[in-house]
């Protein structure tokens, strides 16, 4: 079992900045960002791989957002810059032990409780 706990959500202005936290209880093989917003379906953000060599973004965030991760505080980051009103959602970070799609939520085992993202125009 992996516990995942996101921190740092929060409202902002558009153009503004925030900084996702996820801790989680163990190390785990590859993490990933999704979000959703109301009344639509979950979809992925970022993805990075174990060690952090690989990372992965949708078209929507590039050049906007970053992921990153310390492994020895098993921890994962989304730092989020130039936020517009259409990035407003709830943030999850998710965790798989298995290889397979970064952007499938059905290939992540472990999902945290999610964290708000509300940027105002």
């Known amino acids: 079992e992996v516990n995942l706990v996101e921190s740092g959500g929060g409202s902002v202005q558009a153009g503004g900045s925030l900084r996702l936290a996820c801790a989680a209880s163990?190390?785990?093989?590859?993490m990933g960002w999704f979000r959703q917003a109301p009344g639509k379906g979950r979809e992925g953000v970022t993805a990075?791989?174990?060690?952090?060599?690989?990372?992965y973004y949708a078209d929507s965030v590039k050049g906007r957002f970053t992921i990153s991760r310390d492994n020895a505080k098993n921890t994962l980051y989304l730092q989020m810059n130039s936020l517009k009103p259409e990035d407003t959602a709830m943030y999850y970070c998710?965790?798989?032990?298995?290889?397979?799609?970064?952007?499938?939520?059905?290939?992540?085992?472990?999902w945290g409780q999610g964290t708000p993202v509300t940027v105002s125009s």
């Open positions: 998710a965790a798989g032990l298995r290889a397979g799609s970064w952007w499938d939520p059905d290939w992540y085992d472990y």
């Open positions: 163990t190390y785990t093989y590859k």
């Open positions: 990075i791989d174990s060690r952090g060599g690989s990372t």
